[in-house]
């Protein structure tokens, strides 16, 4: 079982990353942006219709999942018990039985980063003290992203202040829905500007900007502001990630390298709950961007609930039985 080890930055040991510097809007670009959602979903169909590793590739890819997870907590009850223990499942992501059946003790098999609102940010910095484990916070008037420019502003502020190294902001769905590409660009490079060195990810909301052109669009204004990624969803929408729409923003992504030289990350979230679920969207980045791209600093889920059932389908594969979920406790 062949693993890259995930040093203790939460990332992948590669080429030191080019971080997006942002450039000026191009309107006359955005303009030229289409996409044919029946050929997106005649290519997305591909990967959802077989199975992609099987047997022992099929568990180090599993593994391999587990350092793309923003480990992910975003309810209304939420409490500070709740994000600490939610911390102590990111150290220790899986059982150690499974960690030494599967003989990978020397591997750091850490999620990507564990995501909170920002009234836990310093809790979960705290909670994950000296792990390596990044914080990220969603801001910016999370998740409707209705409120007024400076005070996501001094939300962002107030995150980075109490230590999230990435923020995860929402755009105004309205300016995208207007073809208000001026408006959006410009509140994304503010809100980039009051990131600083924390890396930013932009939400599209994707399931409310109507057609895979705007979601296109939207994408491209957001990488050309300086997103550090492209995110589908806030998880609350009634349509969140699937395979059609992150086929639009990795075929962006894409363009946008080969203009720029620089490379975007991806982060589908909402609705990714099996281990199934993560090995398609794995596949299409591999087939679409390349294995590179399966790395921490270009690729992440959003969930809470995805660990769970890769720790589930990890045992099966050791022991050929389902244990039940009380076994692989999140919170």
């Known amino acids: 079982m062949s693993l890259k080890v995930v040093d203790n930055s939460g990332s992948s040991q590669a080429p030191a990353h080019k971080r997006n510097p942002g ?95 920002h009234t836990f940010v310093k809790t979960a910095v705290d909670a994950l003290e000296g792990s390596g484990i990044p914080v990220a916070a969603v801001s910016t008037a999370f998740p409707h992203g209705l409120a007024p420019v400076d005070n996501k502003i001094a939300e962002i502020e107030a995150s980075v202040k109490d230590g999230a190294k990435e923020i995860d902001i929402v755009i105004e769905r309205g300016m995208v829905l207007r073809g208000d590409w001026q408006a959006l660009y410009d509140q994304v490079r503010a809100f980039r500007k009051a990131c600083g060195d924390a890396h930013i990810k932009t939400i599209l909301g994707t399931g409310e900007l109507a057609t895979q052109t705007n979601i296109a669009k939207a994408s491209l204004v957001c990488m050309l502001a300086g997103a550090d990624f492209i995110k589908t969803s806030t998880g609350k929408e009634k349509v969140n990630a699937n395979l059609v729409t992150s086929l639009t923003m990795i075929r962006m992504i894409r363009w946008f390298n080969e203009e720029t030289g620089i490379e975007i990350g991806y982060k589908p979230a909402g609705g990714i709950a099996t281990a199934g679920d993560a090995l398609k969207y794995m596949a299409l980045m591999k087939e679409e961007l390349g294995t590179h791209y399966l790395n921490p600093h270009l690729f992440r889920f959003g969930a809470s609930g995805l660990l769970t059932d890769i720790e589930r389908q990890l045992e099966h594969g050791l022991t050929g039985h389902y244990a039940a979920d009380y076994r692989q406790p999140m919170v």
């Open 23 to 117: 450039y000026p809007l191009d309107l006359d670009w955005v303009e030229r942006v289409r996409m044919n959602r029946s050929a997106l979903e005649r290519r997305a169909g591909s990967i959802g219709a077989r199975r992609t590793v099987k047997k022992d590739y099929q568990l180090a890819w599993l593994l391999k999942a587990i350092t793309l997870i923003d480990l992910t907590t975003l309810n209304a009850d939420d409490t500070p018990g709740r994000v600490e223990r939610l911390c102590a499942k990111a150290r220790n992501p899986l059982r150690a039985e499974i960690v030494d059946k599967l003989g990978v003790r020397d591997l750091r098999i850490l999620p990507g980063a564990v995501c909170v609102y």
